[in-house]
């Protein structure tokens, strides 16, 4: 049957999405990243914005590709879990609240993509 290998590709495609649009605007808007980051308190701010870029970028194209993409989404999903905390606590309000659990399931998605990896449309099948 096709449609789980289509579905499995659209799912891909749809998380990497977000991190590549992510890491993008990290590189686009880099100043005004960085004083976000700055005024978080975060040791390292411009290591830590660089890294993020990076890291979000080509996890994102691995995904997209279905290639080593059990590995890209176990980078993405442990690189989540200070990010959520960091900057979207979820007791800073309604609208943190919100991109605290749109975190929360991504991370799902991301934990799916490492268990079963990424479908039978992908450069490599078994990553």
């Given at each position: 049957m096709i449609y789980p290998d289509f579905a499995a590709l659209a799912g891909r495609a749809l998380i990497a999405l977000i991190f590549l649009f992510s890491g993008i605007d990290k590189f686009v808007h880099y100043a005004p990243t960085l004083g976000y980051m700055q005024k978080a308190g975060l040791p390292f701010p411009e290591l830590l914005l660089i890294a993020s870029a990076i890291i979000e970028t080509v996890?994102?194209?691995a995904i997209l590709a279905g290639w080593k993409t059990r590995w890209a989404a176990a980078a993405l999903f442990l690189w989540m879990i200070p990010v959520?905390?960091?900057?979207?606590?979820?007791a800073g309000g309604q609208e943190q609240m919100a991109h605290f659990?749109?975190?929360?399931?991504?991370?799902?998605?991301?934990?799916m993509l490492f268990a079963f990896g990424?479908?039978?449309i992908s450069v490599n099948r078994s990553s």
């Amino acid at each position: 049957m096709i449609y789980p290998d289509f579905a499995a590709l659209a799912g891909r495609a749809l998380i990497a999405l977000i991190f590549l649009f992510s890491g993008i605007d990290k590189f686009v808007h880099y100043a005004p990243t960085l004083g976000y980051m700055q005024k978080a308190g975060l040791p390292f701010p411009e290591l830590l914005l660089i890294a993020s870029a990076i890291i979000e970028t080509v996890a994102a194209l691995a995904i997209l590709a279905g290639w080593k993409t059990r590995w890209a989404a176990a980078a993405l999903f442990l690189w989540m879990i200070p990010v959520t905390w960091v900057f979207h606590n979820p007791a800073g309000g309604q609208e943190q609240m919100a991109h605290f659990m749109k975190n929360v399931a991504i991370s799902g998605g991301l934990l799916m993509l490492f268990a079963f990896g990424p479908g039978g449309i992908s450069v490599n099948r078994s990553s």
